[in-house]
Structure formats: C-alpha cells, structure tokens
T-cell receptor, first 114, second 112 residues
Framework: EAGVVQSPRYKIIEKKQPVAFWCNPI?????LYWYLQNLGQGPELLIR????????DSQLPKDRFSAERLKGVDSTLKIQPAELGDSAVYLC???FGGGAGEQFFGPGTRLTVL | TQLLEQSPQFLSIQEGENLTVYCNSS?????LQWYRQEPGEGPVLLVT???GGEVKKLKRLTFQFGDARKDSSLHITAAQPGDTGLYLC????????????WGAGTKLIIKP
C-alpha cells in the first residue's frame, strides 16, 4: 500500500514568489493535516481537514497561505507571496478518523526562500 | 505556552550506552504517542500509551506512561547508530479536543 505522497520534495524560490505543495494521502484516510516543521523542532499544525472540510485552520496565516482539498482526497497548500521566514519543511499527514489516532506522514517538502 | 515539554533537546552519546528522554506536561493526557523522525523523512509512530503506569517495550526501547498520565519516558538500552533521529512525543488532551499536540522533540545522535 502506498504511503502519503508529497511533491515536490524540494523547492527553492525567491521571496515574494508564489509556491504550491501537493499531497496525496493514504487511500481511505478521511483526515488530512498540513504541518510546518522548522529544523530540529516538532511539527506545527497549519490546517486539518475532515474529508473536504477544513475543521481547524486557526494556525494558518490566512493573509498569505491557502489550502484546498477538493473532493476530499488530494490537497494543495499554497503560499503567496513567500517570505524569508517561510523557509521550512512542510509535512502532510493523514489518518483514519482523526482525533488521537496514528498519523501517517509524507516525506515533506523542503522550502527555501531566498 | 508549551503544553508538552521534551527533554533534553539534544543528546549525543556513544554506541552501547543507555539513555532516557522525557515528555512532560501539566495537563493530563488521554493518550500519548512517541514518533521517530529520520532526516529527510516524516515522523513514524513507535508506540501509543493510554493507561497510567503502562509500560511498553519495542526491542531495545522501553516506553513508560506516568501514573498520573502527565508524563512519559523513552528509555533506549545499548543505543545503536540506527537509533539516531528526532524523537517526538504527541499527546491528546480534553482541552485540545483530543487532537494531538506535539512536543519540540529530542534530537538524538548515536556515535559509532
């Protein structure tokens, strides 16, 4: 069974440019998470989806970040415009049923903003 | 406010030594998970504990959940270079609506 797929794995952009990340969760997992992770730190939740509904986006900087999960499967996270401080790893995770169940993570996208 | 505190933040030891890392909170967990993350990969679940006083073993790793369900420890016996990674604890609370809250992690390096 395929795990959580993310692309691209690496992205280097100049500040003020837009960038988008894509995530394909494990088949059948209705809950999808986007996290930001700085080097050597724990994941910080950006947004959580239950099916196609964003049920927790309280930590998403909505002035520049947006996300969507059309049809409740794949998801895209966008930053526009990117700032230097956005350099980090963006992790996608999925789970069956949400709550405190096991989360399965993709390998992440490492973003560098120059 | 950091709900979940992990210590130490960083640990570098020689192969064969034993070590313990900790995860503490002032709140009571309904459940707690330990994950390991290797460079360039996402975290992978090691264990889930739910009962106060619970002890779980995974080969050379021993996980303990405090009696009051406010703390947990991970003990590694005879550490090996393959144990190198970032160890993360994540806990669920009533006040978090039982969603996972993540600690900042312990970065562990085992030198050959």
């Amino acid at each position: 069974e395929a795990g959580v797929v993310q692309s691209p794995r690496y992205k280097i952009i100049e500040k003020k440019q837009p960038v988008a990340f894509w995530c394909n969760p494990i088949s059948g997992h209705n809950t999808l998470y986007w996290y930001l992770q700085n080097l050597g730190q724990g994941p910080e939740l950006l947004i959580r989806y239950e099916n196609e509904e964003a049920v927790d986006d309280s930590q998403l900087p909505k002035d520049r970040f947006s996300a969507e999960r059309l049809k409740g499967v794949d998801s895209t996270l966008k930053i526009q415009p990117a700032e230097l401080g956005d350099s980090a790893v963006y992790l996608c995770a999925s789970s069956f049923g949400g709550g405190a169940g096991e989360q399965f993570f993709g390998p992440g996208t490492r973003l560098t903003v120059l | 406010t950091q709900l979940l505190e992990q210590s130490p933040q960083f640990l570098s030891i020689q192969e064969g030594e034993n070590l313990t890392v900790y995860c503490n909170s002032s709140s009571v967990f309904s459940s707690l998970q330990w994950y390991r993350q290797e460079p360039g990969e996402g975290p992978v679940l090691l264990v889930t504990v739910v009962t106060g006083g619970e002890v779980k073993k995974l080969k050379r790793l021993t996980f303990q959940f405090g009696d009051a369900r406010k703390d947990s420890s991970l003990h590694i016996t005879a550490a090996q270079p393959g144990d190198t990674g970032l160890y993360l604890c994540a806990g669920a609370y009533r006040d978090s609506n039982y969603q996972l809250i993540w600690g900042a992690g312990t970065k562990l390096i085992i030198k050959p």
